[in-house]
């Protein structure tokens, strides 16, 4: 069925937008028209050509650039909170007795913004033609990933589609949580280091020169510092577009490398030896892979299929690899701690509590404790770091400022000396 975006007055005379389904724009016009809404503009979006010219070559202009970019594989940030939000209330709504199609009427007339209007009302389309809700999903990758949809997938085969809703809004909303912590911890760091090189940018450049230039008038001569001093505000001066364009230059060669298979893994294998970085990053990678493998288990994901997604999911090019390892000693008919131990990546304790939970059958619980443990580990290396780059930040800064006033100082001292 096709979806029109339509320009309106409501009662009373508002204007008002939106967008509504009908077989054609008469329908849609009478759907409105019962609302009691005055049709000034409607537009075909889904379903057929748009309603100009220049309509459609946008359409094909942004249809050719979106696969020119590669496949988004789920939601991130905020958006991963909405999804979580969603899922939650859909599942609700499904435990209560709602039929499927009601339930995504309902999330359409509470969507916040046009995009979600018209994502529920393409999904709630795809279902009444016939479509299951797993493959209605599937056709927003950005919003809803492989994971999710797999999970809804496993839950429809089953009947339990609410139940598995609300597990993956627990899932969800758990990692959005560790995001969040992450974030909240390394904000303070990240600001003190842009302000202080903003306050240096301008010591440098604007502050530095004139008191320099004043001393140099008196025709004195500048001590050492002072001079290293005049030079380094001389580079800022008149080379800082080369620094920026270095920085520049090198970011991207970086980005590039990074894209390439062994680029990305070299990288991520150096990032965990960093100190107290690595560890922190191969925490929050073994709490992802657990906690994703087990609400994938629980949801009756087959394990050779949850471990093919949570491969896509860790985070760190060292870790899939391990779990695409994993999943192929699987397939040959091993258990999944013997190639874990193996592996040589993970922890020990976590092979041996995987083995513990796949001889006393309680696999998914298992994971689910390892993965509770790992964030609260993650969340007191994070508070470690924190709290060991502040000082770190704090020195560096002070030392800085204060060879720069140091070495404005000291000529004016020798002046007053004489």
Do not use: C
């Amino acid at each position: 069925m096709p979806i029109y975006e339509y320009k309106a007055f409501a009662a009373g005379g508002a204007t008002t937008t939106g967008v509504i389904d009908a077989d054609t724009p008469r329908a849609a016009r009478d759907k409105l028209r019962h609302e009691k809404v005055l049709v000034t503009e409607l537009r075909r979006i889904k379903g057929g050509r748009s309603a100009g010219l220049a309509g459609s070559w946008t359409t094909r202009f942004k249809a050719n650039l979106q696969k020119l970019r590669s496949e988004p594989t789920g939601p991130s940030g905020r958006d991963l909170e909405l999804v979580a939000g969603i899922t939650r209330q859909m599942g609700t709504l499904l435990g209560a007795g709602i039929p499927l199609a009601e339930a995504l009427r309902a999330l359409v007339e509470q969507a916040d913004t046009r995009k979600l209007e018209t994502m529920f009302r393409e999904i709630r389309e795809d279902i009444t033609t016939g479509l299951s809700l797993g493959d209605a999903l599937a056709k927003h990758p950005s919003m809803f990933g492989d994971l999710y949809v797999n999970m809804v997938r496993a839950g429809e085969i089953s009947g339990h589609v609410d139940q598995v809703l609300s597990r993956l809004a627990d899932f969800l909303q758990s990692q959005r949580a560790v995001q969040r912590k992450v974030t909240s911890a390394l904000t303070y760091p990240l600001l003190m280091v842009g302000l202080g090189v903003v306050v240096i940018g301008i010591l440098m450049t604007v502050v530095v020169p004139k008191i320099t230039g004043m001393i140099q008038d008196n025709g004195q001569e500048l001590p050492l510092p002072t001079r290293i001093l005049v030079t380094v505000s001389e580079l800022f001066q008149n080379w800082w577009w080369a620094g920026a364009l270095g920085i520049a230059l090198f970011s991207w060669l970086i980005e590039r490398y990074y894209k390439t298979d062994s680029g990305h893994l070299r990288i991520d294998r150096f990032l965990l030896r960093v100190p107290v970085i690595g560890d922190m990053l191969l925490k929050r990678a073994v709490s992802r892979f657990t906690r994703t493998l087990s609400t994938l288990l629980t949801s009756g994901v087959p394990a050779v299929s949850s471990l093919e997604i949570t491969e896509t999911v860790v985070g760190n090019r060292v870790i899939a690899d391990a779990t695409g390892t994993i999943r192929k000693r699987i397939l040959e008919g091993t258990d999944i701690a013997s190639p874990l131990k193996a592996s040589g990546v993970f922890p020990s304790v976590v092979g041996y509590m995987v083995a513990v939970g796949e001889q006393t059958g309680e696999i998914e619980q298992m994971l689910d404790r390892i993965a509770d443990a790992y964030d609260e580990e993650l969340e007191v290396v994070t508070e470690r770091v924190t709290s060991l780059l502040e000082p770190i930040m704090i020195i560096s800064l002070s030392t800085v400022v204060g060879f720069i006033v140091y070495s404005i100082i000291l000529p004016i001292l020798q002046v007053s000396s004489i």
